[in-house]
């Protein structure tokens, strides 16, 4: 029975198109000319084509009032009109239009007696959910330009701490440093460079060669003696 319901409302909606459904639209109708053709159709029937507004349901049988007052019409055919008809009553601004119980209008936007009932606000209902069903879904703009960046999981495993320095020399006394000796010369936190010295030190620096060639002044805390192998 439900399903009889929603036929006969179907039947009943496209009657507004072309009466009892008997008349079909023309195919070989250009897309491009039912838009020009509806354009006319807001132009000279405003109050029941509204294409910025408020929509109502049209009465049934208003394609027979149209062909009776497109005539003088220039621009307008019977065929035309019914596929802009059709176009018109397919969109969803119309069909969100079609509640039950709202008066139809006719062509010069007064309400008729024809009201909308519930079978015709059902088959609306079901066209507005296959026309929102065929939409695809938009990306949201906030993660337009945005990279993704995946985060790696966290294995368990700590960050190693820095080994410590093992430093293979040993403290130089002023006594140990005489020309000629080998030494070894802290030039960063953890590295040594090989050199000689270059003059006997004094009470507080040292001169050393070093491998580059470079003699230079050291405080005697920089310098170590090579540790000797045992």
């Known amino acids: 029975m439900e399903t009889q319901n929603n036929n006969e409302a179907a039947k009943t909606e496209n009657e507004v198109a072309s009466k009892n459904s008997e008349v079909k639209a023309d195919k070989n109708v250009h897309f491009e000319h039912v838009k020009e053709t509806l354009e006319l159709l807001y132009k000279t ?5 509204v294409k910025d507004g408020e929509v109502k349901p049209l009465k049934i049988g208003i394609f027979d009032d149209l062909k009776e007052r497109i005539a003088s019409v220039e621009g307008l ?4 009109v ?8 397919a969109r969803l601004k119309y069909l969100y239009s079609v509640k039950e119980g709202v008066a139809r209008i006719d062509l010069d936007g007064n309400a008729t007696e024809d009201l909308v009932n519930a079978h015709h606000e059902s088959y609306a209902k079901e066209r507005i959910a296959e026309i929102n069903s065929k939409r695809k879904p938009q990306k949201p703009k906030n993660n337009a330009g945005k990279k993704n960046f995946v ?3 966290f294995n368990g495993n700590k960050p190693q701490a820095k080994k410590p320095f093992k430093i293979e020399g040993d403290k130089a006394n002023v006594e140990d440093l005489k020309q000629g000796t080998e030494v070894l010369v802290l030039s960063s936190e953890q590295h040594f460079v090989r050199g000689v010295v270059a003059q006997d030190a004094t009470k507080d620096t040292v001169y050393v060669t070093l491998k580059s060639g470079l003699t230079v002044n050291l405080p005697l805390q920089r310098v170590l003696l090579p540790k000797k192998a045992k």
């Open 82 to 89: 019914r596929a802009a008809l059709r176009m018109y009553t």
């Open 77 to 80: 055919s019977i065929t035309k």
């Open 45 to 49: 029937f405003p109050k029941a084509f």
């Open 151 to 153: 985060k790696k999981p």
